[in-house]
Nanobody, 117 residues
Framework: QVQLVESGGGLVQAGGSLRLSCGTS????????MGWYRQAPGMQRDLVAV???????NYGDFVKGRFTISRSNAKNTVYLQMNSLKPEDTAVYYC???????????WGQGTQVTVSS
């Protein structure tokens, strides 16, 4: 099992920045990808950014160079630096991890990001 705990959400004005963190524990050796998804009320959960164990990144189309995903292997933590935030970025952001063998998805509890105009 893998446990994920997010932090760093909050309220920010449009144009501002936030950094989300996701700490991992448990069977972290079984993970081959980590990242972030987001879900606004009444909407589907969308990919924000994913980083594989090989260092490959994939971003949602709406990111457009504003967000950067990174990780600290020493801290077993993945980060999402979000710049130039827009009101439409308002959502609950979920940390995600994928099991390398079974492709099982693990999810954190979510952290709210609210961008005011």
């Amino acid at each position: 099992q893998v446990q994920l705990v997010e932090s760093g959400g909050g309220l920010v004005q449009a144009g501002g920045s936030l950094r989300l963190s996701c700490g991992t524990s448990g069977s972290i050796f079984s993970i081959n990808a980590m990242g972030w998804y987001r879900q606004a009320p009444g909407m589907q959960r969308d990919l924000v950014a994913v980083l594989t164990s090989d260092g490959i990144t994939n971003y949602g189309d709406f990111v457009k160079g504003r967000f950067t995903i990174s990780r600290s292997n020493a801290k077993n933590t993945v980060y999402l630096q979000m710049n130039s935030l827009k009101p439409e970025d308002t959502a609950v952001y979920y940390c995600y991890a994928r099991h390398r063998a079974t492709m099982t998805a693990y999810w954190g509890q979510g952290t709210q990001v609210t961008v005011s105009s």
